[in-house]
Each structure stands twice: as C-alpha cells, then as structure tokens.
C-alpha cells in the first residue's frame, strides 16, 4: 500500500461515506449518487510537495461535473510546532524526501482528519439525489 492510499484510508475511514469508497495507489473513487462519483487525489505544485485535495464529481454517464480542492491550510490552518526553523508555525504538506512520501514536521492528529472529512462530506452532500419528500440529506 502506497502513502497516498494509507493516507486516503485514514480520511475515508471519518467519512460517512467509508463504505462507498474504492482505493487505487495514489488515488480513491467515492460512490456519492446513482450517476456521480466523486474521485479524490493529493494536490500540489506536480513535483515534491502536495498541500491538498482535489474533489473531482463526474457523472459516469456524461463527464466531470465540478472540482474543488479543500487546501490543508483552509482547515487545518498554521501549526505550531517544536522545529526552530518554523517559529511561527507551518503549514501542513507532504512532501518527498528522496524517494518516500510523508508529512513535513506536522503530522495529522485523529482530529485533523474527521475535520477534513466533514469538509469532504459536505462537499459530495451537494452532488446526492434528494431523498423523496426531504429534501437535499445526506444518506448514510
């Protein structure tokens, strides 16, 4: 299993969506409606540093529907840390060291991924069929 999929797994698994997701390597698919998928993959500058999400929504049946990246910064903030070089804190990122991927210094607490996962759930909630008679809600 590579980092990216662990990575996804540990997000996933604070989703309300942990059953509806298929992983890949560097990538997951999330089953959010009878037409939409949604595909996850770490965002970055292309080369060694990644520092979001990018949420595709495709309808299978025609084409890419939406895209949004949720950037660590945007929830997870600054974080302040022991590292002298980092005073004022740092924003979280992976990044390659040679050739491994991992987090730069800040490493996610448990909470850090329910509170991406809640901005992920929210995001594919828009893209659901409404329920008969209640509106847009979020299926479980």
């Not at 005073?87 to 991992?102: A, F, T």
């Not at 809640?118 to 008969?132: C, G, N, R």
Request: hydrophobic share 35%.
């Amino acid at each position: 299993m590579t980092f990216f999929e662990e990575e996804l797994r540990k997000l996933m698994e604070k989703s309300c969506y942990n059953d509806k997701v298929t992983f890949f390597p560097s990538m997951c698919y999330v089953k959010v409606g009878s037409y939409i998928r949604m595909r996850m993959e770490f965002e970055g500058d292309g080369g060694y540093r990644y520092n979001g999400i990018k949420m595709t929504m495709i309808n299978y049946r025609e084409a890419e529907v939406d895209n949004y990246t949720l950037w660590f910064k945007d929830v997870l903030g600054v974080e302040k840390n022991d590292n002298p070089l980092f005073r004022d804190g740092l924003v979280p990122h992976i990044w390659n060291e040679g050739s491994k991927w991992e987090w730069y210094i800040y490493k996610p607490e448990p909470e850090d991924y329910q509170e991406l996962a809640k901005v992920i759930d929210s995001y594919a909630t828009l893209f659901q069929e409404p329920t008969m008679g209640q509106g847009w809600q979020l299926h479980q």
